[in-house]
């Protein structure tokens, strides 16, 4: 079935990340133009536009029961915005060369970045400060990931390594790899077991946390893949490359159910909304795409 974007909404330079709001009702995308914007779904109008960042979004999450957004920049800052008014509201740095990634634990109060400095810094989201900072890469982390259970942190980087870190003692304690490419992204299985990770190449690779082993790939793409992401539910992974197509999978099985084909240039970001019915997608062609799963 060749489906196409319910929605597709632009930006004025490329689109790096998305994200639902966790009732469905909104739509946050972050970009190369140095704003946010938020968009009323199923509508498509576009609630907010914000600014404040001086370079590019890499992240953006919903918090507070959707009444804030954090995002995160190239500018080396995290920063919260309300959303009732779209203003900012506090900002933090701690890196010192461009951040390029952030996830938020699951209780919302502990925030993760990773940077070109090669660090990864804990962040008390409530106190606008960093807790701790990760060293260990030797060079750039481009992602970052918590486990479902908010214990550990997965960061991927320029070295070639998958690293796991203890969130209580704030030590490495597993590396995954080497991976023969830089990682891309990774992703925590919804039951905490395996990990997905992307580098500059096709091949997903699926990591058995335990066993530190690979235990499953996944090749259809026909270039590098950029983001990887599971269904809540934990039924499917979807990836996006540089090929410009979004590819999910029935983990099940491992077959290919739907090949997503839209955006014209590479897809640096994937959100899923929280009953799994629908996926947004975010572009370098400046565009993001949500679309509706449900019924396909």
């Not at 404040?52 to 957004?69: D, K, M, R, T, W």
């Not at 938020?104 to 070109?116: Q, Y």
């Not at 590396?175 to 395996?194: E, I, M, R």
């Not at 335990?210 to 039924?235: I, L, M, N, Q, W």
């Amino acid at each position: 079935m060749n489906l196409k974007p319910a929605l597709q909404l632009r930006h004025d330079n490329a689109a790096y990340s998305v994200a639902f709001s966790t009732d469905g009702g909104l739509l946050a995308t972050g970009s190369l133009d140095k704003s946010i914007r938020i968009w009323e779904l199923p509508s498509g109008a576009m609630k907010f536009q914000m600014k404040g960042h001086g370079e590019a979004i890499c992240n953006v999450v919903f918090q507070n029961a959707n009444q804030s957004l954090l995002s995160a920049g190239l500018d080396r800052t995290l920063r919260t915005w309300n959303l009732s008014t779209g203003k900012m509201q506090s900002t933090m740095s701690g890196h010192s060369a461009y951040l390029t990634c952030m996830a938020v634990m699951p209780d919302r109060a502990t925030a993760v970045s990773g940077a070109h400095d090669k660090d990864v810094i804990l962040w008390d989201l409530a106190a606008s400060a960093p807790i701790a900072t990760l060293k260990g890469h030797t060079d750039i982390v481009n992602t970052v990931a918590y486990s479902p259970d908010g214990r550990f942190i997965a960061s991927g980087s320029h070295d070639f390594l998958v690293r796991l870190w203890d969130v209580a003692t704030r030590s490495q304690t597993q590396q995954l790899g080497p991976h023969p490419k830089p990682v891309q992204s990774v992703a925590y299985a919804p039951d905490g077991t395996t990990l997905a990770a992307a580098d500059e190449s096709p091949i997903i690779r699926v990591w058995d946390i335990a066993s530190g082993k690979t235990v499953r790939t996944f090749d259809e793409h026909k270039a590098a893949v950029k983001c990887v992401a599971y269904s809540p539910d934990g039924r499917w992974l979807a990836s996006g490359s540089n090929d410009t197509s979004i590819i999910i999978r029935e983990l099940a099985t491992g077959n290919v159910v739907h090949t997503l084909k839209g955006h014209r240039n590479t897809i640096y970001g994937l959100a899923w909304s929280a009953d799994a019915t629908q996926l947004a997608s975010a572009s370098f062609d400046r565009t993001a795409c949500v679309w509706n799963l449900q019924n396909s």
